[in-house]
């Protein structure tokens, strides 16, 4: 069965506070893990909550990778979405690994736009 897209889901648990509570970092992140996974790069927004907390989306020309932290916790849930045979959102799990540091990751692997011929 063909699909249209990747989807993939990661819990980060157990992950350095002060990288989910670094804006510019997660926006280097975000930017490398594009790089990574071999997608293309339309814009990224990150927002910077008080206390704490970052926000962000990397919009690509093949979908989405998005974060949301809880330094609190430390704590990531993120989403990488792409479309297209030559990308890989697997690929960008190592650069996320390298920034958060989590003790602990949970991926959820989703089919997109399943299609039966």
Known sequence: MKQ???HIILELWGCE??????????????VDAVKA??????CVKTHKFSPQGVTGVAVLAESHISIHTWPELGYAAMDVFTCGAHVEPEDSITTLKEFLKPSHIDVMDIKRGNIVE
């Open 4 to 6: 249209l897209g990747k």
């Open 17 to 30: 506070k002060e990288a989910l509570d670094d804006q510019p970092g997660i926006e280097k992140m975000l």
């Open 37 to 42: 996974c071999g997608a293309t790069l339309i």
